[in-house]
């Protein structure tokens, strides 16, 4: 067993756990936050897309004990224009995936904030400037949606970065 503080969504958790155990285990079995989804526990679909000091990442894959003294958010952490947004723009249907496609938007707005290039950007050789649909549907494809809302969750995230 480890014993690990885990400081989440402004507090801190005092765990006692496997070494093994992933972030999204020990969120949602430990912890009882269970707005963050295990999809296909690949790393794959994003459906347990946390932050970790604001980097988006797959909680499936990430041990646990590896985030000690990190701040993490998860859905039920955030106070953000996008969950609005996400409504106003029909960005959802069955709801499973939002909360990763929610976490993983507000990661891919501070990384296009900060100039981190995309696959596009690089191969158009533009940085900064607005987002454009083809932008937001690259700096989102880890995140997927069996539903199909992807046209809403495009113009969600479209609406926010202005």
Do not use: W
């Not at 801190?12 to 079995?29: F, G």
């Not at 958010?73 to 029909?90: N, R, S």
């Not at 976490?103 to 191969?123: N, Q, R, W, Y």
Request: proline share 3%.
């Amino acid at each position: 067993m480890a014993e690990i503080s885990l400081r989440v969504n402004g507090s801190a958790h005092e765990l006692d756990i496997q070494p093994q155990v992933s972030l999204l285990d020990a969120l949602r079995e430990h912890l009882g936050l269970t707005g963050t989804k295990k999809g296909c526990d690949q790393g794959a679909c994003g459906a347990c897309t946390v932050l970790a000091d604001g980097e988006r990442i797959n909680s499936c894959l990430a041990p646990a004990v590896q985030y000690e003294g990190r701040e993490i958010t998860t859905i039920e952490g955030i106070g953000h224009p996008l969950q609005e947004a996400f409504v106003h723009a029909d960005g959802l249907q069955c709801g499973y995936c939002t909360p990763g496609q929610i976490c993983s938007a507000i990661g891919m707005l501070a990384e296009h904030k900060d100039g981190m290039p995309s696959a596009v950007t690089e191969h158009l050789a533009v940085t900064g400037g607005e987002l454009d649909d083809a932008e937001i549907r690259e700096r989102m494809s880890g995140n997927l949606c069996r539903c199909g809302a992807y046209n809403g969750i495009v113009s969600a995230i479209r609406e926010v970065a202005g």
